[in-house]
C-alpha cells in the first residue's frame, strides 16, 4: 500500500507485510482445514479426527482446556452452514473473515453483511450474525493480533522498551489523543 509506513528501526524486514498470492489462496475443503487443526493440535492421536461429532463423550474424564478448544474446533468443522449445505460453519467462517480483511471491511460492514446473509439463508442456518460471534468460531484456531500503537507522526511505535512511554522520543507528540473541548470554568 502506497501509504503504509514501513517500520525498519522497530525491526520490521523488507517484504514482511507483502502478502504472497500463493498464500493467499482459500480453504477450499474440510480437509484442508482439518489439517490445520491437526497442526494446532499434534498432541490428539489419529482416533480422535474419525468422528468428530462423538469425541467429547467418549473420553471418561474432562478434557483439559486446549482439548476442549480441540472438539470445539471439529465440531464446526463437521456443521453445516444450513442442512445440506457442502461447507461447514468454519470453513464459512474462515472465508469471510478472510474476504473482510483483503477488502479492508469494518466490523460493522461485515456484521451488515452477515446479518443480510442470515436472512437470505434457509431456516436453521449456523451462520453467526456478527463480527464479534464469527471472532469466538474462529478464535481458537489462535488467529489473533496485539494492537500497537504509534506515534501521530509516525516517528515511532509504542513498543518493547517504549511500551509504557506517554511521549514520542523522537518529535515530543503526545501519544494521546488531545481533548478538543476548551472548557470555560471562571464564572
Known amino acids: 500500500m502506497e501509504s503504509y509506513t514501513f517500520w525498519y528501526h522497530h525491526g520490521e524486514r523488507v517484504g514482511e507485510s507483502e502478502i504472497d498470492k500463493e498464500e493467499s489462496e482459500d480453504f477450499e475443503n474440510a480437509e484442508e482445514i482439518e ?10 492421536n489419529e482416533s480422535e479426527f474419525g468422528n468428530h461429532s462423538s469425541n467429547c463423550e467418549v473420553n471418561e474424564e474432562n478434557p483439559n482446556s486446549e482439548a476442549l478448544k480441540f472438539y470445539r474446533l471439529l465440531k464446526d468443522l463437521d456443521e453445516e452452514v444450513y442442512p445440506g449445505c457442502k461447507t461447514s460453519k468454519l470453513a464459512a467462517m474462515i472465508k469471510l473473515l478472510h474476504i473482510k480483511s483483503l477488502g479492508h471491511w469494518t466490523n460493522r460492514s461485515f456484521d451488515m453483511f452477515v446479518k443480510w ?3 437470505i439463508l434457509p431456516t436453521g442456518s449456523t451462520l453467526p450474525k456478527s463480527f464479534y460471534e464469527a471472532k469466538q468460531i474462529v478464535k481458537d484456531l ?19 522498551e517504549e511500551e509504557n512511554s506517554n511521549l514520542c522520543k523522537i518529535c ?7 481533548n478538543s473541548y476548551a472548557f470555560n470554568i471562571s464564572r
Open 172 to 178: 515530543g507528540s503526545s501519544r494521546w489523543k488531545e
Open 142 to 160: 489462535g488467529l489473533s493480533y496485539k494492537k500497537i500503537d504509534s506515534c501521530i507522526n509516525n516517528c515511532m511505535l509504542y513498543w518493547k
Open 117 to 119: 446473509v442470515v436472512e
Open 35 to 44: 489439517e490445520i487443526i491437526r497442526d494446532l493440535s499434534p498432541t490428539m
